[in-house]
């Protein structure tokens, strides 16, 4: 009998296909590596796929290609991107595997990282002290003088660095494992000039109409927004973005009421989205406005906010729900939620990006990595859809208008670190090449031109960014970045910043009031198995069990002295001694407990 | 048709057959039979007998440099299996035996997650080492590891032996005078007086070991931890604000321990000053961030308090120095040639 066909095998016939074209691919590529033997490759693998970073990568690798000492060696290097997905992964399987790329770029990888990354990668801080060769006077821009350049020859390679090579500094190892090669800059809002001047002139001519519209009285006069005074008008007359919060609300009221014309419906003032980033409201200006309580709450005057410093100073008082800056705060993301799409939290970064990019939106706001891409999506739409982009920090409340005693201070970017650092591959057969390529691509030559091509900020002294990007350089004065008092706070239990932050959201949403928003929270706060005391256990948990850390990089100090010969190695001891003392199996946290619960017992579980 | 089921089937149909010696292969009592379990048993001797094969000196000294660079990177596991198996090559109380056990130890100790058989497996080896061994910077180690053990609930079942820990660090303060070792042990004793839940009522006795020790040794390796130690104890413990200060900036002169802290260092210093109204101390402080930390995150607020500070005192003729912006042109290189500015 004839037996039936069946369509499982053209499955396994197309299998047996693809198994046969990748044996051949596998082949091939095996062949054309034996014709190019002599050639010997060095590869980096790195996750920025952001539009223009691998061209511009990929100049500097060709720039080094072409320098005669490497042809003559038989070098050639190579990128690799992997998408930001699975880049974790893919570097602990290859790292683990011994057949990761000789430079990677660090971060996105749960294994790797703290000490781990001393397994895999090396040590650069006996190189970082002295000058980088690539920088010979010679080879420098000629916009720098003759003093300028001799200087930044002899400059120490670590010092060539805006951020001091932080960004390539491990503090658990207390050492340099990597070198940062670009920066990107931290929030900006990026305006739509050709509403702002639209939204302006609609303003202007409302204001020498006869009656004012309902909408343009409310903020010049009952809700106190801005003042109608002599500075409104000359910021209403010179082009510029909003350079104070309330310039900014008549700006995005203004964009409500032209969205209502036919056609224009599609208009709205703020271009938010459930990616962080593009809700200023939350990212920027709510830290903003808590700034003065956390500065309260640091007891230890560490510049940083610890979960339990928030919740202590909630149960000692020092901060309550029904306190006028923490109320107020919570109407300020309401009042931003009005002027941003409806549902925002359920829309992406591109979406809102796209909004944007299509003159949809008065303005964005976003870090400098999503900036290349703007510009370049504005500036490829036809000449009458395109329109000027302005990048700005996000302004502060002035004098006289609303919440100004709130808003004042921005965050201090001065800590910045330079991103995208690459490491050294402790596997890698040629690391006297990988260590030539990180300082040729960190001269202030090829840096520069490099970041340049990208559309990023370069991280030496001495080499400009292009111009769209100076906006993005870091802003040194403001409130050290550690004291942000957020709701969303990842060092918070999770029962808390539920409590807190999935709720503010209901209340921003107007799904929920303020008065069942604390409710709810005090009732988590105050509950003995989930709330505060369990904040506190889990703390003093997590920092008792960093203990044996601390002790693990001492040990191998001693190690790297007293057996390895390394001299070096007592002044990292130093370091590690003191922060094992400092953190010693938590007790830090029991005793700010008894500062806050002087007559209780710390919580136990 | 390909059924999958139906290979799985006559897969353990086979098994079975085999199970009930229905096989034609594996019969019962055939040659078969025996040659497989003949050869499985020679593998099994093959193998004994190679674990069994001495290991040369050099094949020793050879792994032990592995585990050294392996432990150094906090691979303890690759440390531990470079280690065992060559430990019985090394002749006791040698200075490559030393080496060898203190890294196995180490690797023991570390070695994540910490249970009750490594510790236990450290301990016997740190121990060793102490009785066995001539090298003196290794004894000193290892009594400070064992003496820490004792300090800690290294694991759930175990409790932490404080007379024990402390008795160790006596040991070493007696037997290292003056050494690294010995202040390490009195850095460690005294949190053992720190770290107490009654830290308040021992604060005395943990900080007269320290002042005791700085006394003695007033130029001692780790004097720095020292002094930082006891100014923490201070503004943590009492909060005794004067006493922390003072002890603060005896750590100042010498340079602080963490010197990428240096930042932060200066500011709580700082807000002490603050608090025992010694302004002119916090004025000189505002202005060392200023200057020595310029990418401190706490500029912005010294910079506004010195203003205040020099509004107040004008008699001081305080200057306040200008931060150092992120211009890409940094100001202690650029503008160094009035003819070239930043275009």
Request: charge should be negative.
């Amino acid at each position: 009998m004839k037996t039936p066909f069946s369509t499982s095998w053209i499955s396994l016939g197309l299998l047996a296909v693809v198994y046969v074209v990748s044996i051949f691919h596998i082949f091939a590529q095996s062949f054309n590596g034996a014709a190019d033997s002599n050639e010997r490759v060095l590869r980096i693998v790195h996750w920025q796929l952001e539009p223009g970073y691998r061209e511009g990568l990929q100049w500097a690798i060709d720039e080094y290609n072409s320098l005669p000492h490497v042809r003559e060696a038989g070098y050639r290097v190579q990128q690799q991107a992997v998408p930001e997905r699975i880049y974790g992964q893919f570097l602990n399987v290859h790292l683990i595997s011994g057949t990761a790329p000789d430079l990677a770029a660090l971060g996105m990888s749960r294994v790797v990282k703290g000490n781990t990354v001393a397994r895999f990668f090396q040590s650069v801080s006996d190189q970082v002290v002295a000058p980088n060769p690539y920088n010979s006077p010679e080879t420098l821009p000629g916009y720098l003088s003759e003093s300028e350049k001799q200087a930044i020859a002899k400059m120490g390679w670590q010092e060539t660095f805006l951020d001091g090579m932080k960004g390539g500094f491990i503090q658990d190892l207390n050492d340099y494992f990597a070198v940062p090669v670009s920066a990107f800059g931290s929030i900006r809002l990026f305006y739509n000039m050709d509403l702002v001047q639209e939204a302006k002139a609609l303003v202007l001519s409302e204001l020498a109409a006869e009656t004012r519209p309902s909408w343009l009285a409310d903020i010049l006069g009952s809700s106190g927004d801005l003042p109608e005074d002599a500075r409104l008008m000359v910021w209403l007359n010179n082009g510029q973005p909003p350079e104070s919060l309330g310039q900014l609300f008549l700006l995005c009221e203004a964009i409500l009421h032209i969205a209502k014309q036919p056609g224009r419906e599609a208009l709205i003032p703020i271009s938010a989205s459930g990616y962080t980033n593009n809700d200023v409201a939350r990212k920027v200006y709510h830290p903003i406005f808590l700034a003065e309580v956390a500065r309260a709450l640091d007891r230890d005057y560490s510049s940083t906010l610890d979960a339990v410093e928030i919740i202590g100073g909630w149960q000692s008082g020092l901060w309550k729900f029904e306190h006028p800056e923490v109320e107020e705060s919570i109407r300020m993301l309401q009042r931003f939620a009005d002027y941003y799409p409806s549902g925002f939290y359920g829309l992406d970064r591109e979406q809102a990006q796209r909004r944007f990019v299509h003159g949809n939106a008065l303005l964005i706001s976003t870090g400098g990595w999503d900036a290349a891409s703007i510009f370049r999506s504005v500036a490829a739409k036809s000449e009458e859809a395109r329109f000027e982009v302005r990048v700005t920090t996000a302004p502060l409340a002035h004098e006289g208008e609303r919440w100004s005693q709130y808003i004042k201070q921005p965050f201090s970017e001065a800590e910045f670190k330079a991103g995208v650092p690459l490491a050294i591959n402790k596997a890698t057969p040629h690391p006297e090449l990988a260590l030539d390529f990180l300082r040729f691509i960190t001269s202030v030559r090829v840096n520069e031109e490099f970041n340049q091509r990208v559309g990023w900020l370069p991280v030496v002294v001495g080499a400009e960014p292009v111009d769209s990007m100076r906006a993005f350089l870091p802003q040194i004065e403001g409130a050290p970045t550690g004291l942000q008092l957020s709701f969303g706070s990842q060092a918070l239990i999770s029962q808390i910043r539920i409590a807190l932050e999935g709720n503010m959201k209901l209340v921003v949403d107007g799904d929920m009031d303020y008065d069942t928003f604390v409710d709810i929270a005090e009732d988590v706060i105050t509950d003995g198995r989930i709330g505060a005391e369990k904040q506190w256990y889990e703390r003093w948990q997590k920092a008792n069990d960093q203990t044996i850390a601390y002790d693990q990089s001492l040990n191998i100090e001693s190690i790297k002295q007293y057996i390895m010969g390394d001299d070096s190695a007592m002044d990292r001891r130093k370091s590690h001694l003191y922060e094992a003392v400092y953190n010693d199996q938590g007790y830090w946290v029991r005793l700010l407990w008894d500062n806050v619960h002087p007559d209780e017992a710390f919580p136990e579980r | 048709m390909l059924n999958l089921s139906a290979i799985v089937d006559a897969w353990r149909g086979w098994l079975k057959r085999q199970a009930h010696g229905g096989s034609r292969f594996f019969r019962p009592g055939s040659p078969k039979v025996f040659a497989v379990i003949g050869l499985a048993a020679a593998m099994l001797t093959g193998c004994a007998m190679v674990e069994e094969e001495p290991i040369d000196a050099d094949q020793g000294q050879q792994r032990l440099a592995e585990a050294i660079e392996l432990a150094s990177i906090y691979d303890y596991a690759g440390a531990i299996a470079q280690l065992e198996p060559v430990m019985p090559a090394f002749q006791p109380g040698t200075e490559e035996w030393s080496q060898a056990c203190y890294v196995l130890a180490s690797a023991y100790r570390y070695r994540e997650p910490v249970g009750q058989e490594g510790v236990e497996k450290s301990r016997a080896l740190f121990a060793r080492i102490r009785d066995e061994s001539s090298n003196h910077n290794l004894i000193a180690l290892s009594l400070l590891e064992l003496a820490r053990e004792a300090e800690l609930e290294n694991y759930s079942a175990e409790s932490a032996d404080l007379p024990r820990a402390r008795q160790l660090y006596r040991t070493v303060m007696a037997d290292y005078p003056g050494s690294a070792f010995s202040a390490e042990a009195a850095i460690r004793l005294a949190n053992t007086y720190f770290t107490l839940e009654s830290a308040r009522e021992n604060l005395e006795q943990g900080a007269g070991i320290l002042q005791n020790y700085l006394q003695e040794y007033p130029d001692n390796p780790l004097s720095v931890v020292m002094w930082q130690q006891l100014g923490l104890a201070n503004q943590r413990i009492s909060g005794d604000a004067q006493a922390a200060l003072q002890n603060f900036e005896r750590a100042e002169e010498l340079g602080f321990a963490v010197p990428t802290k240096k930042d932060n260092q200066l500011w709580v210093m700082a807000q002490l000053a603050e608090k025992t109204d010694d302004v002119q101390l916090a004025a000189r402080l505002y202005q060392a961030i200023l200057t020595e930390t310029p990418r401190a995150g706490e500029g912005s607020f010294a910079k506004e308090r010195l203003k205040e500070i020099a509004r107040e005192h004008p008699e001081w003729s305080l200057v306040i120095p200008e931060r150092q912006t992120f211009s890409s042109r940094r100001p202690d290189v650029v503008g160094q040639d009035p003819e070239n500015q930043t275009p």
